[in-house]
């Protein structure tokens, strides 16, 4: 397809930081090591958080401050990396403290009240406002559908982040829709994130390093989508030693295997994942006509000691084959059905000096699903797809400690090819043959910002300029301002106010009732608008100190508009019809999110709790009428527990209690006489939009792990994973059904999953 | 035979940990109160053309399957209505009603006329309102039916031709067969066919495929043309695009078109010219 030509490079670097502190007298003395490649990181600035007065670490890290007093605390910070907040009096007991300061993904600094000391199997490492991250690697141990942990599907413990059906891998951030979230893998989007039609993330949990999900506040440098960008990472490969991963789960196998290829220069990493049932079905002679299968490979090369280069590519397949009799052999009555996913991501970064670091990514994403099918003389394929070539150059210039600016571009090609159909036979009467509306549309988009300290206050200014073009003369333009002002009240709390606007040219066309993975997705049109909203955010995050709790609180108002929804009606099975069917109105949400986390000793948590409002409002729906949208679930309360017995056993529990999501049952049927007089046929009749609440729901998950580490190299861990432990109801919709017992219909609610059980086996060599 | 032993036992867990999964349904205690509203549908007789059947509309509870849906509507009979139609200043009262159906055979039956119905609902005492147009009954100027005979089914394809009148026109074409006693069988195949004002040609030619049907020789079928309103044909439309929903209840809501004030259903007038054909 030559587009493995387009990755063509130059530049740019990385470095880390590790950190050894050191309290002599009054002095701290240290070194700044970056986590992931143990490299040491020049130029990181120390300050303290009382006088603000500082210095900055040598081409070493190393670094030597006096201090004035053993409350005071110094912020740690390098363009590139999380800031981090040490009380010095926490320091000076220690005789060789390791602090590591993270890579952000995003690049972006963060306001975080983050405790040094915090377990290091918290998955939760970071938590502002409107930003968290979560370690990859630490949610294996969390409960899951099928015992394999879901990067995707773990979010929702997350404040603002409401889930949708049980199992699917939508997610509903701050009152916005399910195709409003960026979710990004080392820089390329990624458009259908589940196998298995949803139940389980096409991320593969081996390869993960850190997650951050932007829910508000947004930086600059990031946009295209209304409610939250969720920026994914694959970890660093093993640049000193080749070692093995082996995860046995329920559904599927994954193997995983990095080391270097020139140490300390180029390493690499190479992850498979397949199901198995499939396979495992053959053996008794029966038939399982489903598997999927990814594959992710990865070099990281360290250029030199300020640069370094990352390729990493993904391939996902889902794979069914339907025949009507498994012996039959013939092609006249089948149906195939592939989804596929790739992306090709190549990133470098480095210092181009002491004061400008460069990060550079490069990208090909394609998503595409095919069907085709044959009955008889019936017959008919379907290919969807949508390519996006990208390019983002990030620059970070850190003019003092008091004063950072960061700005850069981004150009996005994208390339889709919606529904392109192909039927014959009687079935062509229903779905005609279409050659679909492809579309190619480049959008580019310029960035910059601006961040001050001045004592206590820290103020981020930044405007994004978005621009799509259609054609030579149509194009829309975006100014989108964002604004984040950060007042440190004390060491402990911090106060936090964000403005921003975002902008989304590119929708995903689904159904109000249910997502599929075959929903298409379509950029805007002259007669489609871009959505647009606003958002402002008022929080704050404390730290006791004395007791091992972080808290977070924060209130939100969000308003958007130019949403996307469908006459009423639309039937949209593959429909190439459904920009005339396509309505645009408004809607808001608004609501209070809780934080509370535990992060030293034994036992960890995580309590979040959000109490929210959506709405929105069409013109041409609901008879002009305001309706609450699907998933306005009123209350969310997730709590998360780890607790680690010893080295070896270690417990998580999560409960959950959710808000019932909204629905729009029938509500009754009227009969009419048909066209010609000689029948009846029954139409049905619905209430409001979205005017019944499903029950509500709550469930409890269970794991229990043991770990067997030994000094034989031969590590393993046998996961046992208890979902829905109590085996009660999600609803997911209220259907209509037959009362055998009592001869008459009824309206019931199902649910999807019940008590699932299901074991792990993960071996390291 | 070991083979089958095994597979049935493998099937046999797997049935138990399926079920075993599935969580039980709730119960739902929370749906609205539907409000009952008359329902108005147009009947076509030979004898009068105006004809109406006025039901109620019925909640989710009260459905029944297939076999007994005639005595569901004979039960939803909304009867002793005083319907009122005024034509060209002319007022008449629906005043005969035999077998569910209102009608009056003193009303002039004149193409173009506008119809107006209007009585009071029983339920809420609203004033019930709707008015149509009869008309202008357009003929088959050529209609030629052919089988078709594919791998595995035969089709019938019709090929006809229309003289299509000045302004935009709007055209249903109902297929169906008849039985050996002249019974329609079941609910026709609607053909749906708008016209090109901006046409200079009055002449519509076209043909089309019944999908999903097997015919054969010696069957006997009904084809009708029938000029019809915009707004019934963007109901008759409305309702074709849902032709591929499987399943009501998991599908997107819609609100079906009416052109009934204070009341649901479509008052509708229009006169078929019928063909009966005999395939070969």
Known sequence: MGYIGRFLICIILLSGINFILHAQDSFVKGKIIDKTSNVPVPYTHIRF???????????????????ESLEDSIIISSIGYSKKLLVIKDLINRNDINIYLVPLSTNLDEVAVIAERINKKQFINSISNNQYSINAQQIKNLPSISGESDIIKSLTILPGTIKGIEGSPDLFVRGGDADQNLIIFNGAPVFITGHLFGFLSVFNP???????????????????????????????????????NLNIGTISTSIKAEGPVIKNKLSFMG???????????????????????????????????????????????????????RNDTSSTNKTDFVLQNFTHTLSIRGNLNQNLLSILNIYYTEFKYKINSQFEDNSLSAVSDIKEYGIKHNLVYTINNKIKTEFGYEIINHDISPNLLNTSGEISDFISSSKGKSREVPEWSIYGTGEYHFNKLKIDIGLRLSNIILSKNIFYFNPEPRFSLNYQVNNRMTLNLTYSRMVQYLHRVSSNAFTLPTDLWYPVTKSIKPQKSDQITFGTSWNPGSLPFVVKSGIYYKYMKNLIEFEEGTNLTLSNDFESKLVQGFGNSYGWELFIQKNEG?????????????NRNFKEINNGKSFRSRYDRRHNLIF??????????????LWEYLSGARFTPILGYYAMINSSSTGVSLTPQYPDRNSVKLNDSHRLDLSITYDHTNKNKFDWSVKLNLYNIYNRTSPVAIDVVYDEENKNYKYEQPGLLGFLPSLTFNAKF | MQNFEMRTLICFILILVIQGCLPEPLEVDNIPTLKKQPVITSVNFNETFLNLIITQNFTVESRVSGDNIHSLIQSLLVEDLEIMITTNNQQFLLTEYLEGVYFNPEIPEKEG?????????????DSVKAEATLMEKISFSELETTLLYTEFDTLLNIEFTINDPLGKNYYMINTQKVSSDYYLLQSPYVELIEDNSDSSEHIISSSFTIPFEDFAPNDTILVSL?????????????KDSQRLILIDELSEPINYKSNVINGLGFFTLFKPDIEIIRLE
């Open chain 1, 602 to 614: 034994k036992w960890l948590g995580n309590l979040s709790y959000t109490l929210s409002w959506s």
């Open chain 1, 49 to 67: 958080v009382k006088n603000n007065k500082g210095t900055t670490s040598d081409l070493n890290g190393n670094f030597k401050l006096e201090f």
């Open chain 1, 271 to 325: 992850a498979v994942r397949r199901t198995y049932i499939d396979q495992l079905a053959k053996v008794f002679s029966s038939e399982v006509p489903y598997y999927f299968t990814d594959v992710n490979t990865q070099f990281d090369f360290n250029i030199n000691k300020r640069f370094s280069a990352q390729y990493h590519f993904y391939m996902g397949e889902d794979i069914m084959k339907l025949r009507r009799n």
């Open chain 1, 206 to 244: 081996d390869i993960l390093g850190d997650v951050t999900m932007h829910t508000g506040g947004f930086p600059a440098n990031y946009g295209g989508r209304l409610s939250s960008i969720i920026a994914i990472n694959s970890k660093k490969a093993d640049t000193s030693e080749w070692n093995y």
């Open chain 2, 113 to 125: 006329n506008i119809y107006k119905l209007s009585f009071l609902d029983p339920y809420s005492q």
């Open chain 1, 640 to 653: 998360v527990n780890q607790y680690s017995f010893n080295d070896r056993w270690s417990v998580s529990v």
């Open chain 2, 226 to 238: 029938s000029n019809i309103e915009k707004s019934y044909f963007d109901y008759l439309k409305q």
